[in-house]
């Protein structure tokens, strides 16, 4: 990263970003990437942001699984988005087939 890449342009964007606690993930990245382009934000800067959001069950995934390592963006988002996804449609799953019964034939 450049010295020029290190300047935030546009940190009052930084509000709009919800926090990443796990249950927001592909929302999470959405914001954070549209409002990227509007900050002309890098990479690098997009991972710190992110870094800075980190709550709950994201936070706790990123310190045990994520911190120390060398990751770009992509790689970063990819690990978060896998993390999380499974979780929502296990628990989404797992209620359609509590609730489900069989018709009879």
Do not use: H
Request: hydrophobic share 35%; glycine share 6%.
């Amino acid at each position: 990263m450049t010295s020029q890449d290190k300047i935030l342009k546009n940190p009052s964007l930084l509000s709009t970003i919800p926090n990443l606690n796990g249950n927001n993930a592909g929302e999470f990245f959405r914001v954070l990437e549209e409002t990227a382009v509007l900050g002309q934000w890098s990479k690098p800067q997009l991972i710190a942001i992110g870094k800075l959001k980190l709550e709950g069950r994201a936070r706790c995934f990123y310190d045990a699984s994520l911190a120390g390592q060398d990751l770009d963006y992509k790689t970063w988002k990819e690990k978060f988005l896998k993390q999380f996804e499974d979780g929502q449609s296990f628990a989404t799953n797992f209620s359609r087939f509590s609730s489900a019964f069989q018709m009879e034939s």
